[in-house]
Structure formats: C-alpha cells, structure tokens
T-cell receptor
Framework: DAGVTQSPTHLIKTRGQQVTLRCSPK?????VSWYQQALGQGPQFIFQ???????QRGNFPDRFSGHQFPNYSSELNVNALLLGDSALYLC?????????????FGPGTRLLVL | DQQVKQNSPSLSVQEGRISILNCDYT??????FLWYKKYPAEGPTFLIS?????DKNEDGRFTVFLNKSAKHLSLHIVPSQPGDSAVYFC????????????FGTGTSLTVIP
C-alpha cells in the first residue's frame, strides 16, 4: 500500500521564478492538503483540495495556487518566488469524513530560493 | 498568532523511563488533537489522536491526555526507546475549520540508551 509520495525531493530556484510541486495521495484517499514548514517551525496550512476544488485556504497570498486532478493527485504552484518561500513543503492526504479526519504526510519537497 | 504551543524545544530521557511531551492551545473551539512524530528528511508520521469528548486515549506505549479546562494535552511514552528519538508535533483542528490543522513548533525528544 503506497503512502503519500511527493516530487521532487529537492529544488533550487531563484527569486522571481515559478515552481510546481507534485503529490500523489495514499491509496483510497480523496483529499489533499498542502503545508509549508519553515526551519524550526511547525507546518503551516496552505490549502486543501477535494473533488478538484479548493475547500479551504490558510493565510497565504495568491502567489500560492493549486490543482487537484481526477485521480486525486495534486500540484502546488508558487509564482514570483521570494527568499522567504524557502521551506519544506508537505503534502498530506486524507479521506474526507466531515471533520476529525487524520491526515497522512508525504516526505516533503525542500525548496531553496536563492 | 500561535494557537498551538509547545514550550519545550527539547527533552532528554533515559531509555526505559517515561517521556512526557506537553502542548498548550488557546482556541477553545479546538475539538480534535493529534500527535505526529518526525524524523529528519521524512514527513510527519501520525502517532495518536484524541477527540475532545475524551480525556485519554491509549495506543501501545503511547498515551495522550487532554485537559480541556486547562487547554492542555500531553503525550506519554512508556517505556521510552532510542528509536523514539525524533521531533514531536502536536496539532489541533476545530469543527468550523476541521480540515485545517494548526501545529505547534515541535519538541525534539532524545532517548539516551
């Protein structure tokens, strides 16, 4: 049973560029959430996708956008990269059950913006 | 505004003893709480959860206690093993934003053999 997978594992970009990160959810899961984890901090919620639509969004600017495909996989896009976007980006999948759902995380993509 | 706080950045415990990790929260609407463990270069791994209708939940060596009046939860690991050495995060969600988890900043646990 494959868990949550993310690609790439590492990425280096320069300021102003755009980046796309990818996530495949755990088998049987239909919901994907994205988090940003800065060094020394806990994960911060970016947004969540269900049925190919954004269900909920955290306090992140519009430069952060996403997409969910019919097979439940998801992409996170960040435009106009800033140095402060350097972080570990985590994808979590779950099975939508209203609330009190447990989210399972992938290994993350480490993004460095120079 | 940090709604979930882990005030101890690190904790060292001897193998075989009890590890107690603490977490405080400010939002009284939180009604679901989880603990995750994270090794370097890996994503957080789910450990145990508790709903606000309970005050205790056990799973093997791991027990989570919830004190709603104090807005405090703790994770007990008994007995502690060297493989438990990792960063532990507590997370919380509420009915209104049930799909958005709020995480603490983590506690790094070192179990000394």
């Amino acid at each position: 049973d494959a868990g949550v997978t993310q690609s790439p594992t590492h990425l280096i970009k320069t300021r102003g560029q755009q980046v796309t990160l990818r996530c495949s959810p755990k088998s049987g899961h239909d919901t994907v959430s994205w988090y940003q984890q800065a060094l020394g901090q806990g994960p911060q919620f970016i947004f969540q996708y269900y049925e190919e639509e954004e269900r909920q969004r955290g306090n992140f600017p519009d430069r952060f956008s996403g997409h969910q495909f019919p097979n439940y996989s998801s992409e996170l896009n960040v435009n106009a990269l800033l140095l402060g976007d350097s972080a570990l980006y985590l994808c979590a999948s779950s099975l939508l059950q209203g609330y009190q759902e447990t989210q399972y995380f992938g290994p993350g993509t480490r993004l460095l913006v120079l | 505004d940090q709604q979930v706080k882990q005030n101890s950045p690190s904790l060292s415990v001897q193998e075989g003893r009890i590890s107690i990790l603490n977490c405080d929260y400010t939002n009284s609407m939180f009604d679901y709480f989880l603990w995750y463990k994270k090794y370097p270069a890996e994503g957080p791994t789910f450990l145990i959860s508790i709903s606000s209708i309970k005050d205790k939940n056990e799973d093997g060596r791991f027990t989570v206690f919830l004190n709603k009046s104090a807005k405090h939860l703790s994770l007990h690991i008994v007995p502690s093993q060297p493989g438990d050495s990792a960063v532990y995060f507590c997370a919380a969600s509420d009915r209104d934003t049930g799909n958005q988890f709020y995480f603490g900043t983590g506690t790094s646990l070192t179990v000394i053999p």
